[in-house]
T-cell receptor, first 113, second 115 residues
Framework: AQSVTQLGSHVSVSEGALVLLRCNYSSSVPPYLFWYVQYPNQGLQLLLKYTSAATLVKGINGFEAEFKKSETSFHLTKPSAHMSDAAEYFCAVTNQAGTALIFGKGTTLSVSS | GAVVSQHPSWVICKSGTSVKIECRSLDFQATTMFWYRQFPKQSLMLMATSNEGSKATYEQGVEKDKFLINHASLTLSTLTVTSAHPEDSSFYIC???????????FGPGTRLTVL
């Protein structure tokens, strides 16, 4: 069965520091993986997606993620955090049929000055 | 990029009344639309999937008679919460897919408060 585990419900970094948000997945078929960001009282915005092409995926706002099949991971990184990056981040994987998304529980990113 | 809108953005209603939430794809044809529910500080839980012109497929545990979903056109899906109660208060988010991949485009959400 498809599932996503986000390690760390809350991550705090200083402005300018590296951001690392962890996501591990379980999938019985080649997965499609996504990272979304959600700001308070808003919908989800796609940061990036992996669809079986390049394993290092670059997204918007300086974020990138690397698909590692051997580790079943799809961690999200950004070299230098900005205050505006403070938000909720969700990792998601498509279900086995490829018809819906299964979301992780989310990680709240806090950025301090 | 693909834009999905929701209306209303927030609604307050009395217990026992029904509330309709609209989800529209503004610049593409959405063959599939999804409805999610999100409680505070929690993840999105898929409620149902609807394909244009077909009955919605509900996730286990979601009452289809309480959460009525209609996907009558390629640009509009509606979720009606019937006989709403305070426990139905939540953030409801829709998303739409044009069928050209696995990507879903999300609406801004609707905050429902039932008094």
């Amino acid at each position: 069965a498809q599932s996503v585990t986000q390690l760390g419900s809350h991550v705090s970094v200083s402005e300018g520091a590296l951001v690392l948000l962890r996501c591990n997945y379980s999938s019985s078929v080649p997965p499609y993986l996504f990272w979304y960001v959600q700001y308070p009282n808003q919908g989800l915005q796609l940061l990036l997606k992996y669809t079986s092409a390049a394993t290092l995926v670059k997204g918007i706002n300086g974020f990138e993620a690397e698909f590692k099949k051997s580790e079943t991971s799809f961690h999200l990184t950004k070299p230098s955090a900005h205050m505006s990056d403070a938000a909720e981040y969700f990792c998601a994987v498509t279900n086995q049929a490829g018809t819906a998304l299964i979301f992780g529980k989310g990680t709240t990113l806090s950025v301090s000055s | 990029g693909a834009v999905v809108s929701q209306h209303p953005s927030w609604v307050i209603c009395k217990s026992g009344t029904s509330v309709k939430i609209e989800c529209r794809s503004l610049d593409f044809q959405a063959t599939t639309m999804f409805w999610y529910r999100q409680f505070p500080k929690q993840s999105l839980m898929l409620m149902a999937t609807s394909n244009e012109g077909s009955k919605a497929t509900y996730e286990q545990g979601v009452e289809k008679d309480k959460f009525l979903i209609n996907h009558a056109s390629l640009t509009l899906s509606t979720l009606t919460v019937t006989s709403a109660h305070p426990e139905d208060s939540s953030f409801y988010i829709c998303s739409a897919s044009g069928g050209s991949g696995h990507e879903q485009f999300f609406g801004p959400g609707t905050r429902l408060t039932v008094l």
